[in-house]
């Protein structure tokens, strides 16, 4: 099976640099995914490791280390509508069932 | 437009009353599946679907249905809805080969069952 822990809040200020980090135990693994969802709505697909190291889309970053089972998304300058949950997931390599973290609340402050 | 589209988005029903909730995707994505999300435990899987005619269970799947008998639908039975199936429900789908996760997601579907 599969299992993603990260932490449940985090807590920043405008402009600031925030890590959420994710720990996984799996028994085959594809790569790490990231998703952001605002409150009551749908989950929108924000980046994925397939390899080690650093990925980066604009002021969001992830980070993968397969020999440490951890990954990280990291978001630059921050601004108040980053403000919502942030889950990381992955897919079962061969069995095609996919399993999300119970999700980062991140709130960003004045 | 690249999207999946969820029907309905909201519905309150009776215990079991059986319903269907569709899901349709336009990107000829082969992979499809359907989650759960309920508050502080953010979203479990319930089934999904690697082709046409092959679908397996998800961690959640006791009480749902689903069948995929065209590539773009994939619609969410609930034969005898009880009032734990109150939730909120996602679609989601993505291309086999890339390896991660689901891309793409519908707006959900909020379902209550009194």
């Known amino acids: 099976g599969q299992s993603l822990e990260q932490p449940s809040e985090v807590t920043a200020v405008e402009g600031a640099i925030v890590q959420i980090n994710c720990t996984y135990q799996?028994?085959?693994?594809?790569?790490l995914s990231w998703y952001q969802q605002h409150d009551g709505g749908a989950p929108t697909f924000l980046s994925y490791n397939a390899l080690d190291g650093l990925e980066e889309t604009g002021r969001f970053s992830s980070f993968l280390s397969r020999s440490d089972s951890y990954g990280y998304l990291l978001l630059q300058e921050l601004q108040m509508k980053d403000s919502a949950s942030y889950f990381c997931?992955?897919?079962?390599?061969?069995?095609?069932?996919?399993?999300f973290g119970d999700g980062t609340t991140l709130t960003v402050k004045p | 437009e690249a999207q999946v589209t969820q029907n309905p988005r909201y519905l309150i029903t009776v215990t079991g009353k059986k319903l269907t909730v569709t899901c349709s995707q336009n990107?000829?994505?082969?992979?499809m599946s359907w989650y759960r999300q309920d508050p502080g435990l953010g979203l479990r899987q319930i089934y999904y679907?690697?082709?046409?005619?092959?679908?397996d269970k998800g961690d959640v799947p006791e009480g749902y249905k689903v069948s995929r008998k065209e590539k773009r639908n994939f619609p969410l039975i609930l034969e005898s809805p009880s009032p734990n199936q109150t939730s909120l429900y996602f679609c989601a789908s993505s291309l086999m080969g890339q390896g991660g996760t689901e891309a793409f997601f519908g707006q959900g579907t909020r379902l209550t069952v009194v």
């Open positions: 990107m000829n994505h082969e992979y």
């Open positions: 997931a992955s897919r079962q390599a061969n069995a095609g069932k996919s399993t």
């Open positions: 799996t028994s085959g693994f594809y790569g």
């Open positions: 679907s690697m082709n046409v005619e092959v679908t």
